[in-house]
């Protein structure tokens, strides 16, 4: 029983260390009243056409929180062109544009690019299974990430961010401030960090075990998670797997971002309010053990 306390113990410090070592290297780097300031100006004085883009991105089952990179893109200007060419709300690239069949007008029609950037976001979150790595590679490309990650040896953002173009670096930390501002760091983090420690729980050397790559979405308190996988046929405990802490998250906040493999979230998401009526009627997560 001692050994059994002991290796709980272990694991506990371990997954702590892990979550230790991430805050030091992912933070944002400009937490100041003005900068809160500056982001939050921006999307006030544009709420109709975030408001647009947030709806879009939750039917294709990815966070609100993605509307902070056409913010930094482009402060939600549809008609802006950088120097290199990028063009629109989403700072499409001819080449990136071409890749998902969107036309050189379409990068400045605002739905059918951001059609397009959900896509494209989805795509990289499917290889890189965390919203920091996508974000460097949306402004860099798979390729810069792929020389990074060899060059540092690793595939974790805080480690191998200094082989990348230092526009990219700033990029992320411009994403990383605007989520300050808009009070959604902490789930950026929290994506990560899972990220982080399914790589250091479920990596045996050179033999991966494959991790389902999860799409984000937000919940209240009035679903039942049981209630929630009966509906979609997958084991409760599947689901607290892929949510660790959300009955107490919750219970405390009445609300906490909801993880599901990507091919799971479109169900979720058309059962939504049917999920939601049954929850209500069944009652809430008291049963439900983490």
């Not at 780097?29 to 109709?48: G, L, M």
């Not at 059609?115 to 860099?140: D, E, F, P």
């Not at 990220?195 to 999860?214: C, H, M, P, W, Y």
């Not at 493999?261 to 997560?285: A, H, Q």
Request: charged share 20%; aromatic share 10%.
């Amino acid at each position: 029983m001692k050994t059994i306390v002991r290796n709980i113990f272990t694991g506990f410090l371990l997954f702590s260390s892990v979550i230790l070592i991430n805050g030091q290297f992912l933070a944002a780097s400009d937490t100041s009243e003005s900068s809160v300031k500056k982001y939050k100006s921006i999307i006030n004085a544009n709420k109709d056409l975030v408001e647009f883009i947030e709806q879009l991105l939750l039917q294709k089952g990815l966070p609100k929180h993605l509307r902070n990179l056409a913010l930094i893109e482009s402060h939600f200007d549809r008609n802006i062109t950088s120097g290199a060419g990028a063009v629109g709300v989403w700072q499409f690239m001819t080449a990136h544009a071409n890749q998902y069949g969107l036309t050189e007008q379409g990068r400045t029609d605002l739905y059918k690019s951001t059609k397009t950037a959900a896509i494209s976001l989805s795509n990289l979150y499917k290889k890189y299974n965390n919203w920091v790595t996508v974000v460097a590679a949306y402004n860099c490309g798979e390729g810069n990430i792929a020389k990074a990650m060899e060059a540092a040896g690793s595939s974790q953002y805080h480690e191998f961010y200094k082989y990348l173009p230092g526009e990219t670096i700033n990029h992320v930390k411009k994403y990383l401030n605007a989520c300050y501002a808009t009070g959604e760091l902490q789930s950026v983090l929290n994506n990560y960090n899972s990220s982080r420690i399914n790589k250091v729980f479920f990596e045996d050397g050179n033999r991966k075990t494959t991790q389902a790559a999860l799409s984000e979405t937000e919940i209240n308190a009035g679903f039942n998670l049981k209630v929630v996988a009966d509906e979609l046929n997958v084991d409760v405990d599947k689901i607290l797997a892929w949510n660790p802490g959300i009955v107490e998250e919750l219970q405390k906040k009445g609300e906490s971002s909801f993880y599901l493999p990507v091919d799971l979230m479109p169900d979720f998401l058309l059962r939504k309010n049917k999920i939601l009526v049954r929850s209500i009627k069944e009652g809430p997560n008291t049963q439900v053990q983490q």
